[in-house]
């Protein structure tokens, strides 16, 4: 694996190997003498959206497996003077980095940037338009081994929320796919649902409730205005009452479910206070996980 851009179409045996080895990473205490996996690569973040957890935890990550980690800092680059994507890029590599890890706002930008490089070079997508973030549908499946009582064949999942613009929901449904899950259940607005063909393997509930009933995995998604055009939720109060995962709702879930949510979380939104920092989320694992499984990508590339 020299780069990794999507998760759609890795096999399943793949998916669970990266998962093993960031289960081994989660195990490790981070103040002990660290893996030096990475000793000597120059890991660049190349991040043109904002982002907390995935950038620092990426920071975090390389640093943990002895990498050398540089920040670029796009509002204060020559990306203002008009240089383009490919030529900063090109520009950072002649520098000598070897990881480059890709935020875009544009799909397809990683696929490019993977175009480019040279054979000693890695691209990881951490996320770019609405297409993939695969990083996060590999912590979100990390997660869920860990919680679940059950395999994936087993599990009912509920994603509820903007699929539609989400990247974190169709990297998710790749590795739920690959991964064999039996029954994903997706619910959202009508206009926050992405096109059929990308839903395959999926059970399009419309009510939030029947969504959640009886699932194992409850995943809900912040609405992702900045690729929203207007006007496609009417007010905030209704979808929260339609489609928010409050105390009520998650009780339609079985006893054992879980809550998951990527973040950054619009509580009162998407998603009630009380579920959030409640005893049944998953959500600041989620964030751990994140960590691991980026030493485990990042290992696999260039290790
Ligand atoms: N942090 C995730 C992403 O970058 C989810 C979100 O922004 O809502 O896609």
Redesign the pocket.
Known sequence: MQHLISLEGMARERLHALLDRAQHFAGLDPRAAPPTSLAGVHVVNLFF?P?T??RLSFEIAAHRLGAQVVNFDAERSSTLKGETLADTFRTVEAMGAQLFVV?HSESGACEMLSELAGDGTHIVNA?EGRAA?PT?GLLDMLTIRQFAKRPFEDLSIAIVGDIRH???ARSDLHALRALGCGDIRVCAPAALLPDADELQGCRVVDAADEAVSGCDVLMT??L?RERMEDGLVDSLDGYYRDYGIDQRRLSLARADAFVMH???MNRGVEIESAVADGPRSAILRQVANGVAVRMAVMEALAG
């Open positions: 959206e982002s957890r995935t935020r996320g973030h996060q989400s990247r974190v998604l912040r992702q990527p973040g950054p």
